[in-house]
């Protein structure tokens, strides 16, 4: 049986502040990416989500880490140097490697957030310092990265395990890049061409791009924004869809 990985953005939450179904969503998905504090979530949503994937038996903990910017949800570029996104981002895993170990689970990969993931893109420098930073950490963590792009490159250059991500909710470009947020049709709101379309990439390695041409995508991992309005309701038509297909979902 043919197998994909199905993941999402999650602990986003802070202070009195409520994002997304994280309750609801972990035990539907294989791999669960979880805020670290920087961009989005705190100490004691950090803890209360490790504790849920822990009740979920079987969903993968993997850090996200993002740069330090609560208003613009990690979304905005920052100038920083190398040795400041090394910091970073050693921080913000070990944070949440630290708190799993204390529930008896074991970090499985690593996926940058937001703004420091799309700055790879254009930036193959970025992507080496991720790749060496999370290598640097524990070199059998897994490097999560948009299909075919940078950051799998890089993680492959340096010796890690890479796992190519694909986007239900999310437009591409030609290059094979996300389109920006800021353009229209950037997001994709209906989850009955969502699940086309993530059923295309598992099983064709295609992908509609926002101008109509179809290009090859390699999907390991499918990701669904947790913060999105119709995140559960994707999560749950994607799930049902690929077990239909005789797809079976499986923590990478």
């Known amino acids: 049986m043919a197998y994909i990985d199905l993941n999402s953005d999650l602990g986003e939450s802070y202070g009195r502040y409520s994002i997304g179904n994280d309750a609801e969503i972990i035990p539907l998905i294989s791999s669960a990416n979880v805020a670290c504090g920087f961009h989005a979530g705190d100490p004691d949503v950090l803890l209360e989500t490790i504790e849920t994937i822990k009740a979920s038996g079987g969903t993968g903990l993997g850090a996200h ?98 796992v190519n991500e694909v ?25 009955d061409l969502a699940l086309k379309r993530v059923i295309r990439m598992v099983t064709e390695g295609k992908v509609e791009t926002i101008d109509g041409e179809d290009i090859d995508i390699q999907a390991d991992s499918i990701c669904v924004h947790g913060d999105g309005a119709k995140a559960l309701e994707f999560v749950q038509s994607i799930r049902k869809g690929l077990m239909q297909e005789g797809i079976e979902i499986k923590t990478i």
């Open 167 to 191: 986007f239900a909710d999310r437009a591409y470009e030609k290059d094979g890049t996300l389109v920006s947020r800021r353009k229209e049709g950037a997001m994709i709101t209906d989850s």
């Open 65 to 162: 880490p993002g740069y330090p910017d609560r208003q613009g949800f990690g979304r905005r570029d920052m100038d920083m140097t190398a040795e400041e996104v090394r910091a970073m981002v050693l921080y913000q895993i070990a944070a949440v490697d630290g708190l799993g170990k204390m529930h008896g689970l074991q970090l499985n990969h690593v996926k940058p957030h937001g703004a420091l993931y799309n700055a790879t893109f254009d930036d193959y420098d970025l992507a080496l310092t991720l790749a060496h930073t999370v290598y640097e950490y524990n070199p059998d963590l897994k490097l999560m990265g948009l299909s075919g792009h940078n950051l799998v490159k890089a993680g492959q250059e340096v010796g890690l395990q890479v």
